[in-house]
């Protein structure tokens, strides 16, 4: 993948990828090899989480490999890479989640042209926004289509049982907006926020104030009329700097 500076428009990825008419990128996982993690977690818009041994996706194929058998009005929202100690972490757009463990107990493993197994149940209009692997000492930082954002301690997400409603993690406001991401943060985490309009701004998941699940969240960033906030990501650099090697050891 070439290069571009941040201001460029890029080019269509499927000029290096083999794609489906109307098909999309749902994630992007880096993994330097297929024993990186035992696991590959699925996750769809209506709740269905399936997880699948990581090295069955090991092909060399231009067009891809099957990853899951969407059911009919379903689509892919989240992946991750995880283990049979973990727990996981779904949110859904009107601010519900749920945790539970990611053991061959409450999750089996399945093959790849499955659909999956329930992971969470929604009220009316409500969907799955995002998949996360739970990390002990961290926050779950969400933000709104308003630009209000929150942390809260990962340790106030009970661990439940797969396939129900969860709990609250945000006080709904039609006012400030829906959920419109989800992530796991620690005091050192950059996060970029990206609006409608192609704007970005940087902050540390430090400066972004601390608040129980049932609390609104406070204003993350100011938006131009008719801009709204689309979606926040970590900085991907802070990962790369992490594990490079140490040539002083």
Do not use: W
Not at 147 to 155: C, D
Not at 212 to 220: E, I
Request: aromatic fraction near 4%; charged fraction near 25%.
């Amino acid at each position: 993948m070439p290069e571009a500076a941040r201001t460029a428009r890029g080019q269509h990825v499927a000029n290096l990828l083999a794609f489906q008419p109307e098909e999309r990128i749902a994630q992007v996982i880096r993994i330097r090899s297929y024993t990186d993690a035992p696991y590959l977690v699925l996750a769809t818009r209506n709740g269905l989480v399936k997880k699948s041994r990581l090295t069955e996706f090991d092909s060399n194929r231009s067009g891809g490999i099957v990853a899951i058998n969407l059911r009919d009005g379903d689509e892919l929202v989240g992946a991750v890479l995880c283990s049979a100690d973990d727990d996981l972490l779904l949110v859904s757009a009107n601010g519900q989640s749920i945790r539970f463990s990611a053991n061959d107990e409450a999750l089996r493993p399945m093959g790849r042209a499955t659909s999956g197994v329930q992971g969470m149940r929604f009220n009316t209009d409500d969907r799955l926004l995002s998949l996360n692997v739970v990390r002990e000492g961290t926050y779950l930082l969400v933000a709104t289509s308003g630009g209000y954002a929150k942390r809260t301690a990962i340790e106030e997400y009970p661990v439940q049982g797969r396939g129900g409603k969860g709990v609250l993690t945000v006080q709904y406001d039609p006012r400030r907006g829906k959920l419109v991401g989800a992530l796991i943060v620690d005091d050192d985490t950059e996060v970029y926020a990206i609006t409608s309009g192609g704007g970005v701004i940087r902050t540390a998941a430090r400066q972004v104030r601390k608040a129980g699940r049932q609390t609104k969240g406070v204003r993350l960033m100011n938006l131009g009329e008719g801009d709204t906030l689309v979606a926040i990501a970590r900085n991907a650099e802070e990962t790369d700097a992490a594990e490079e090697p140490d040539d002083h050891a």
